[in-house]
């Protein structure tokens, strides 16, 4: 009987050689005369681990890792048998990911990406049949009874702003996909994109049935070209097999499905400047109002939503507004798809309920910085967010619980730096970063970031330190309160936490440990 | 670290004649037609066949959509992704972000300086490496990571960065 071999084919595992593995394990085979088929899955999303390779025993899936190419002769040899260095044991009872409540990554490292037929024998394309048998109203408030907001950064109900553009006049509109993830820190929209693409096109579908949309856009950013593959490779299958197109599972209503790339500009992720790169112009923010959900893509209404708020519409619909609504704690209702990254033992995609403390993440699943320093300052949230001294890593992991601390969540970016790091350096790469994305349609953001940058320089050369720290809080001031949009007014997010958390990194005398 | 497996590594950036650009943009201006919308399509359909996008076909961009050449020049130099000069045989992107900041992408990025013998935004004495910045390759968990010619490589520490680039320029580094 033949043996399957699964070597994922996610960017992470491409990027540290899962190819030549997946090449050499089928060459060692024919070498050897055994009969085994290789399998490229999608990732598990343990990326520490990767390349991950599973082996399909009578038991489940045993798992071997990190396998680089030089170890697949010895994993031969022993037989991939649990005894080897490299052995994991059951890769479904692995704590890491046996601890996670997988939603919408439910399939991802199980299920082949490309294969339309995997995807469907694990319960691909149930919500959309379910979402077939309703009216689009009922659709909608399938989505705002299970209390999903939008995981892109603002967590707006996602069926609130659906029944904004349902209850639009007019018979064209759209539903645009942000898969811009350009925050430091975060890939959940490229594991999604890259190990599970149907489930996105899925819930665009059921996001253009319920507000009577025709055409979707997904907008994917120049750094994810392998993503983009993936995604055109599905939308392809997916229309060959009538699940897109003029007459979508026969049901008379009609959807149609685009990528479209970006070009490598941070500021496309905000919604509007996102309609404007796809309209073909700059990606300048636009003010609001209008909302796009009343004049959005080519002025039309326009559901914008993130690739996790999209690919979560699909379990909802399958399963139930109360089953997602069921995870979680206060108003951050389902789960969270945590992205664990930078200096880390155990980095990865952990998806749980919200509600887990940062410290049971960086601890109970990272394990610990990777350099076995001591973890100095965590940042939630990408480039904007804050950065967290160890006195806030009890915080739960939830929405309402982060903003009470002035910090954010995000896209669900953890970024974790040791005891070497220096805050005012990172303070400073955050007013850089706005220097550099800027979109310059105002003065605060385009002027004051640059302004901030020669401010902090001045400070860590130590010139006039209590006057130019006095001078750097006015200009985050500035920022804050004129900035037109969250990328000028929330880069103070980082310089001010790094500077009230970390004030000994600025020259400043240390007050922060004995005032906790 | 064994060789480099990605064939994208040993394709050379492509880098067209003028006639050949001609073709090029014949061939985009059919497939996508005149709506503004396809003006993004279009410019990366072009740096991806040409290399780069040649300022002196602006006007004839300009012409297909009905646009001002000054709103064409805008789009192209509002994104960092296009390019107006034809690239080196070899672009190396080293991410700048964060995570990878955490995890020592500034050794790495000077390593990479000293080695191609060139800064940021630079090309080395012989013009076959640029070295260029990129805020995130979502190899976060990994870092730090690079792209050589769009190939993403993660975790890459010194050595294997050297390793790479010999791997990337067979013929060339001796
Ligand atoms: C500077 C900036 C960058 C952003 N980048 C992204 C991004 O990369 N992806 C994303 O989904 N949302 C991003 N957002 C948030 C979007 O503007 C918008 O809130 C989101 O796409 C809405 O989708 P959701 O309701 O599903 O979260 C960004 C916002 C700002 C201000
Ligand atoms: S805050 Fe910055 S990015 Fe946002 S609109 Fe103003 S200039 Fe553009
Ligand atoms: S920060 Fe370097 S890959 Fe994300």
Known sequence: MTTRIYVPCDSAALA?????????????????????????????????????????TPQGRTGFGPVDAADVPGLFDAGWASGHPLALGLVEEIPYLARQQRLTFARIGITEPRSLADYLAHDGYRGLRNALALAPAEIVATVTASGLRGRGGAAFPTGIKWNTVLKAPGTEKYIVCNADEGDSGTFADRIIMESDPFVLVEGMTIAGIAVGATRGYIYVRSEYPHAIARLEGAIAVARHHGYLGADVLGSGRAFELEVRKGAGAYICGEETALLESVEGKRGIVRAKPPLPALAGLFGKPTVINNVLSLA???????????????????????????????????????????????REILYGYGGGSASGRPIKAVQVGGPLGAYL??????????????????????????????????MAKLARYAM????????????????????????????????????????????????LNGSLCAMGGMTPYPVLSALNHFPQDFGQPDTSRHAA | MPAVANPAVDTPSVQATQAAVDDILAELFARLGDRQDQLLPMLHGLQDSAGYIPPDRVPAIAAHFNLSRAEVHGVITF???????????????????????????????????????????????????????????GQCASAPALTINEAVFARVSPARFDALMAAAMPREAV
């Open chain 1, 16 to 56: 540290v050689g899962a190819d030549e593995v997946a090449a050499l394990i089928a060459a060692e085979a024919a070498r050897r005369g055994l009969d085994i088929a290789v399998v490229r899955n999608g990732t598990r999303g343990l990326l520490w681990l990767e390349t991950l390779v599973e082996v399909e």
């Open chain 1, 312 to 358: 979560t519409v699909p379990v909802i619909l399958d399963k139930g507004a109360a089953y997602y609504q069921d995870y979680g704690m206060g108003r951050s209702r389902g789960t969270l798809p945590v992205q664990l990254a930078g200096n880390i033992k155990q980095g990865g995609l952990i998806e749980l309920a919200f509600g887990v403390t940062l």
């Open chain 1, 389 to 422: 001294p160890e006195s806030q890593w009890d915080t739960p992991l939830d929405y309402e619980a982060f903003a009470a601390l002035w910090a954010v969540l995000g896209h669900g970016g953890i970024v974790v730096h040791d005891d070497r790091a220096d």
């Open chain 1, 432 to 479: 850089e970063f706005c220097a550099i994305e800027s979109c310059g349609k105002c003065t605060p953001c385009r002027i004051g970031s640059t302004r901030g940058v020669e401010v902090i320089d001045k400070i860590r050369t130590g010139a006039q330190p209590v006057q130019q720290i006095h001078l750097l809080r006015d200009l985050c001031d500035t920022m």
């Open chain 2, 79 to 137: 994104y960092h992704y296009f390019r107006t000069e034809p690239p080196p045989r070899c672009v190396v992107q080293v991410c700048r972000a964060e995570a990878c900041q955490s995890m020592g992408s500034d050794s790495l990025l000077e390593h990479a300086e000293r080695t191609l013998g060139c800064g940021l935004h630079g090309r080395s004495a012989d013009g076959a490496f640029g070295l260029e910045p990129v805020y995130c390759l």
